[in-house]
């Protein structure tokens, strides 16, 4: 079976609820149509991904969306600025420890062989994957582009609010049949990015998030997932008694 085939069939054996398949259903993806997306889809999917939990309900997102020549002028202005001048730009935040340990060093390796392998490219080829790199900026052919920032006044608990949001947005986008690709690389292009969106000096610029149709949805997801064995422990649920169990939650006695 080949990587994706496993990640998928893995993903689709977790599901017990529509939620689950929509959540297991996603990936990243990075190959769309340029099959439109209206203002009233986008529209629609912040209306729901707004109800994220937030703490305090402070909800600390904003989101600039963008289609048509706003979106091409843009991308124009990051491609240009990645073949040109990429090493003058840098991230206003830190997405990744510098000194990865283990499990997590192990993982991003795993994700550098399944991603580059599944392209064709060679991970020393450093051209090849600057290449690559460059479609995150064309929003990977999407018809739609979300630039979603924070305001740097906040404090981490706000960011971790943000995730949820942006999962949200990547659900409710599939609930649409929609595909969506997170991508902290736009945040590397701010000082580009504020002035072509008017962006206040307050607002970090975090991520992107392309949105629309996958050119080929079989190819689906690539990534594996730990077992979660690896990532939690249990403690005190043989304290319920396994009638109990039965009567009250008959799907919950049935997987485990
Ligand atoms: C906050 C965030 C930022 C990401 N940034 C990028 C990015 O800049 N470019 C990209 O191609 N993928 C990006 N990804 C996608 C991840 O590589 C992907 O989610 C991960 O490999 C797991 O694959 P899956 O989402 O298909 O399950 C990002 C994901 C998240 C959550």
């Not at 986008?42 to 309900?57: D, H, K, T, W, Y």
Request: proline content about 5%; hydrophobic content about 40%; aromatic content about 8%.
């Amino acid at each position: 079976m080949s990587a994706p085939e496993e990640a998928m069939t893995g993903a689709v054996a977790a599901t017990r609820s529509q939620i689950d398949e929509i959540i297991a259903g996603r990936f990243a993806c990075r190959d769309f149509s340029d099959a439109p997306v209206g203002r009233g889809t986008i529209e629609q999917i912040l209306r729901v991904a707004r109800f994220a939990p937030s703490g305090a309900n402070i909800q600390p997102w904003h989101v600039y969306a963008l289609a048509g020549t706003v979106k091409d002028t843009v991308s124009v202005a990051l491609r240009e600025a990645h073949e040109t001048a990429r090493d003058a730009h840098v991230s206003e935040y830190s997405y990744y420890a510098s000194d990865l340990p283990e499990p997590y060093l192990r993982r991003r390796q795993e994700f550098g062989r399944l991603f580059y392998g599944s392209l064709g490219i060679a991970q020393t080829d450093l051209q090849a994957r600057s290449g690559q790199t460059a479609k995150n900026y064309a929003f990977f052919g999407a018809p739609v582009g979300l630039i979603v920032t924070i305001d740097r006044r906040l404090q981490v608990g706000s960011w971790l609010d943000l995730g949820m949001f942006v999962q949200n947005v990547l659900l409710a986008a599939a609930g649409h049949g929609l595909q969506s690709c997170p991508q902290e690389t736009f945040s590397k292009y701010h000082r580009i990015l504020r002035p072509l969106l008017s962006i206040p000096a307050e607002q970090m610029v975090v991520c992107g998030i392309s949105i629309g149709r996958a050119r080929d949805v079989a190819k689906g997801r690539l990534m594996p997932r730990a077992d979660i064995a690896e990532f939690a422990s249990f403690a005190g649920f043989e304290e319920q008694s396994a009638t109990q169990m039965e009567r009250t939650r008959p799907w919950e006695a049935e997987t485990s």
